[in-house]
């Protein structure tokens, strides 16, 4: 069963704008992280945050953690025509005994130039 | 620069026969899985393994099996094709958990049509 469930489940904005994508999960983690996939391809990891971490920054990603909520955003500043894929949230439950990692179903991102 | 290879990208295959998709990976991780990933259902594991010859089911199982002699090999075997494993799927690996980064490197994914 999925665990995370993303939000919106698909996105069009215009280049240069900001994308935020949602993700909500159901049980308690050890981490959570965010996924990219450009169509027909594999997954690429993009940033990973810990159950004890707030917010994360890497490049013009900015991911944000609150697990009283059990939720996670997923920011995108200054899209660029090149951001758009699908981005997937993805869990790692401590019951699963670190070999399972709990994907949603995605969002996709259409950027407009 | 780290590797996940499958070994077809596209595959088209008859209803019945015996189907085998090939994973390596070259970054010496324990845990391989394989994923398939069907539109608006997201990524469900069908079987992953921790360790040589050591493999767990994952979520939908039924109609596959998968062999780990190697470290680096994990194959993922379709018994008897059917239309409704007609799908994407994905193999990954990482690093074992618990306390460590447990990020995923995937493969490019191989495109499977039954018919």
């Known amino acids: 069963s999925q665990q995370g469930e993303e939000d919106p489940q698909a996105l069009s904005i215009q280049e240069g704008e900001n994308a935020t994508m949602n993700c909500s999960y159901k049980t308690s983690i050890n981490n959570l992280q965010w996924y990219r996939q450009n169509s027909g391809r594999g997954l690429v990891h993009l940033i990973l945050?810990?159950?004890?971490?707030r917010e994360k920054h890497s490049g013009r990603l900015r991911v944000t953690l609150d697990t009283s909520k059990k939720s996670s955003s997923l920011l995108i500043t200054a899209s660029r025509a090149a951001d758009t894929a699908s981005y997937f949230c993805?869990?790692?439950?401590?019951?699963?005994?670190?070999?399972?990692?709990?994907f949603g179903a995605g969002t996709r991102l259409f950027v407009k130039a | 620069d780290v590797k996940v290879t499958q070994s077809s990208r596209y595959l088209v295959k008859r209803t019945g026969e015996k189907v085998f998709l090939e994973c390596v990976q070259d970054?010496?991780?324990?845990?391989m899985f394989w994923y398939r990933q069907d539109p608006g259902l997201g990524l469900r594991l069908i079987y992953f393994s921790y360790d040589v010859k050591m493999k767990e089911k994952g979520d939908i199982p039924e109609g596959y099996s998968v062999s780990r002699e190697k470290k680096e090999r994990f194959s993922l075997i379709l018994e008897s094709a059917s239309t409704n494993q007609t799908s994407m799927y994905l193999c990954a690996s990482s690093l074992r958990g618990l306390g460590r980064n447990t990020e995923a490197f995937f493969g490019q994914g191989t495109r499977l049509t039954v018919v």
């Open positions: 993805a869990t790692w439950p401590p019951h699963t005994g670190g070999f399972k990692t709990i």
């Open positions: 945050i810990r159950s004890n971490e």
């Open positions: 970054m010496d991780h324990e845990n």
